[in-house]
C-alpha cells in the first residue's frame, strides 16, 4: 500500500512539473486607481475618438496618456494637466481608438475616463469606467507612427539662395525638417510651411527634400526637387536717346530730345564735343549749355542712364553753330566817340557822316568832334551786319574802359617771341630769380651804407 502510495505522489509531482500552470484573466476593476500606476482601458472595439475627459479627484497634476489602435499599435500620446477634469482634443483630426492607458502619477488617482467622437466633447460621448493594471495582451508600444510626408515641394532659384515652400503634411504635425543633398538644413523643426536656404553657390544644383515632424517622430522624406541658384541677369542699358536737337539761343546751345520709355530710367547725359557737359543726370528732355563762343560749331549727343547705372550708347549728332553777332557799344567822349565791339568778323568799318575808317581791333575811338553835336555812327563788319546809333557827344569826358588784351592772343604772341611755352617758363623763372637776387643785393646795399654813416659819425 506505502508502495502505492509514493508512487501517486511521484505522479502529482510530475505531473505538477509537465503541465503548464494556467493564470486566471485578469478582471476588470472598477472604483479609483491610486497612483502612480498605469491603468488600460479596453473600449470593447475600435471607436472614433477626437476628444477625451478624465475624472479624477485632484488638481494640478500632469498626466500621460497613450491612444491605440485595433491591433494595438500606438497611435497617439498626450500629456496633460489636470485640465483633463475638461474636455481636451487628442489632436486636429479623430483617430480609431480600441485602448486607452492613463499613467497616474504619485498620489494621484483616477476613476475612469469618458471620449468623444467630437471637438471638446461634441458628437458621441461613452463613459468608461471598468479598467485594467495589466495590458491587454495584443497590446504593444512601438513608436508613435511618423505623419505623412509633405507634398507639393517647390524650390525657386535666386542670387545665392533657394526659396521653399510646401503643403502641409496630414495628421499632427509639430513642425518640418528641410534637407539639402540628404543633410538636414535647420536647426529646429520650421513651424511655417515655407523656407529659405541661403549661401549657395550660383551655377551649382541641389536637391532638396521636407519632413514633417510631430514631437520625436519624423516622416518619410518628400519627393525631392532639384534647383541651380543663378545670378540675375545683367540689366540691359536703356535704348539710345532720339530726335536730338540742338539750337542757338543766343551764346548758349539748347538741346532737346525725345523721352525714353524705360521704367527704371534715371536720367540722361549730354556730351558736347564727346565731353559730358552736365554734372548730374539731366531728369528732363532739354538742357541749355553755356559758355559758347560766337562763330564756333559745336557737335552734341545725348545718352539715357538707368537705376542700375548703366548708360545707352550716344544718340545721333546734332550739331549747332553759335552765330557771330556783332554788339557795338557807343560811349559819347565830348570830343570823340568810343566804340567797342564784341562779336563779328573784321575787319570793321565806321562812318560817322563826316568821316569813315577800317579797323581790326575791338576798340576804336572817333576823334575831331566837336563836344555836345549829334552824329549818326555806323559801324559794320565783314560779314554785312551793321550796328547805327546817332551819339551825341556831349560836355565833359567820359570814363573810357581800358581795352584788355586777349589771354590767348597775348599767350600767342609770347610764344612767337620766346619759342615755346617752355621757354615761356624759364623767362618767367628766370625773371623771378632775378629780381629776388635784386632784391637781395638792395637790401645789403642798404644796410652797408647805414654802417658807413655810422662809422663816418
Do not use: H
Amino acid at each position: 500500500m506505502k508502495r502505492i502510495y509514493a508512487l501517486v505522489a511521484a505522479l502529482v509531482m510530475v505531473l505538477l512539473i509537465l503541465i503548464p500552470s494556467v493564470s486566471m484573466a485578469e478582471e476588470p476593476s472598477s472604483g479609483a486607481a491610486k497612483g502612480p500606476v498605469t491603468i488600460y482601458f479596453d473600449l470593447g472595439g475600435v471607436k472614433s475618438v477626437r476628444s477625451i475627459k478624465s475624472f479624477g479627484s485632484s488638481y494640478g497634476a500632469v498626466w500621460t496618456m497613450y491612444f491605440y489602435g485595433g491591433d494595438g499599435v500606438s497611435l497617439k500620446s498626450l500629456t496633460v494637466s489636470y485640465a483633463t477634469q475638461n474636455w481636451v482634443d487628442i489632436g486636429s483630426m479623430s483617430y480609431n481608438i480600441r485602448y486607452v492607458s492613463l499613467d497616474i502619477p504619485q498620489d494621484e488617482q483616477s476613476s475612469g475616463i469618458q471620449l468623444a467622437s467630437g471637438s471638446l466633447g461634441s458628437g458621441t460621448a461613452t463613459s468608461y469606467r471598468s479598467f485594467y493594471y495589466n495590458p491587454p495582451a495584443d497590446l504593444t508600444d512601438p513608436p508613435l507612427p511618423a505623419p505623412a510626408a509633405p507634398t507639393n515641394l517647390l524650390a525657386t532659384a535666386g542670387d545665392k539662395k533657394v526659396d521653399l515652400s510646401w503643403t502641409s503634411a496630414l495628421g499632427s504635425v509639430t513642425g518640418y525638417n528641410v534637407y539639402q543633398d540628404g543633410v538636414k538644413v535647420n536647426g529646429s523643426p520650421i513651424a511655417a510651411l515655407t523656407y529659405t536656404v541661403t549661401g549657395l553657390t550660383n551655377g551649382t544644383s541641389y536637391s532638396y527634400q521636407v519632413t514633417a515632424v510631430d514631437g520625436t517622430v519624423e516622416s518619410s522624406k518628400s519627393a525631392a526637387v532639384s534647383v541651380t541658384p543663378m545670378a540675375p541677369p545683367p540689366v540691359p542699358p536703356p535704348a539710345v536717346p532720339t530726335g536730338v536737337t540742338a539750337a542757338d539761343t543766343g551764346l548758349k546751345a539748347t538741346v532737346t530730345w525725345n523721352a525714353n520709355t524705360e521704367s527704371d530710367l534715371a536720367g540722361y547725359n549730354v556730351y558736347r564735343d564727346g565731353t559730358k557737359a552736365n554734372s548730374s543726370l539731366v531728369t528732363g528732355t532739354t538742357m541749355d549749355v553755356t559758355g559758347l563762343t560766337r562763330g564756333q560749331t559745336y557737335s552734341f549727343r545725348v545718352s539715357a542712364v538707368n537705376t542700375s547705372g548703366k548708360e545707352s550708347d550716344k544718340s545721333a549728332e546734332a550739331l549747332v553753330t553759335i552765330a557771330n553777332v556783332m554788339d557795338v557799344q557807343f560811349i559819347p567822349n565830348m570830343d570823340s566817340i568810343v566804340l567797342q565791339l564784341v562779336g563779328g568778323s573784321p575787319p570793321y568799318s565806321v562812318d560817322w557822316g563826316i568821316g569813315t575808317d577800317t579797323f581790326n581791333a575791338t576798340k576804336y575811338t572817333i576823334t575831331g568832334l566837336v563836344p555836345d553835336t549829334e552824329y549818326t555812327v555806323t559801324v559794320s563788319d565783314m560779314a554785312g551786319q551793321t550796328a547805327t546809333k546817332t551819339v551825341n557827344t556831349g560836355n565833359m569826358k567820359a570814363f573810357n574802359p581800358p581795352t584788355m588784351p586777349d589771354p590767348v592772343s597775348m599767350f600767342q604772341k609770347m610764344i612767337d617771341s620766346f619759342g615755346s611755352a617752355g621757354t615761356i617758363a624759364l623767362a618767367i623763372i628766370g625773371g623771378a630769380v632775378g629780381l629776388g637776387i635784386l632784391c637781395i643785393i638792395g637790401i645789403w646795399g642798404w644796410r652797408l651804407s647805414k654802417r658807413w654813416l655810422s662809422a663816418a659819425k
